[in-house]
């Protein structure tokens, strides 16, 4: 069993920068496909961004440009550099990672963390 462990999230002004971390445990980071997923008040999660096994990242068009997905395999460790943060970034942000076998498809979560962008 995966678990993930976000950090890294807080209050930051508009055009502020975090990095957001996931800590895997349990299971073998490497063959997960990762992403980071959001939610604000009153909407649905979105997909924020997404990096494969083999490394190929792909972006949510909000944040094309400002943000950076990259993943540590050394450290079962997934990152999320968010810069030019704007209010509209303000969401719980959560790790997801994802593995398919023949038998089957796994998906994991983790708790979330709060990032807060004021005006």
């Known amino acids: 069993q995966v678990q993930l462990v976000e950090s890294g999230g807080g209050l930051v002004q508009a055009g502020g920068s975090l990095r957001l971390s996931c800590a895997a445990s349990g299971g073998r980071f490497s063959i997960l496909s990762m992403a980071w997923y959001r939610q604000a008040p009153g909407k649905q999660r979105e997909l924020v961004a997404a990096v494969t096994v083999g490394g190929s990242t792909n972006y949510a068009d909000s944040v094309k440009g400002r943000f950076t997905i990259s993943r540590d395999n050394a450290k079962n460790t997934l990152y999320l550099q968010m810069d030019s943060l704007k209010p509209e970034d303000t969401a719980v942000y959560y790790c997801?990672?994802?593995?398919?076998?023949?038998?089957?498809?796994?998906?994991?979560w983790g708790q979330g963390t709060q990032v807060t962008v004021s005006s």
């Open positions: 997801n990672g994802k593995v398919i076998f023949s038998s089957g498809s796994y998906t994991y």
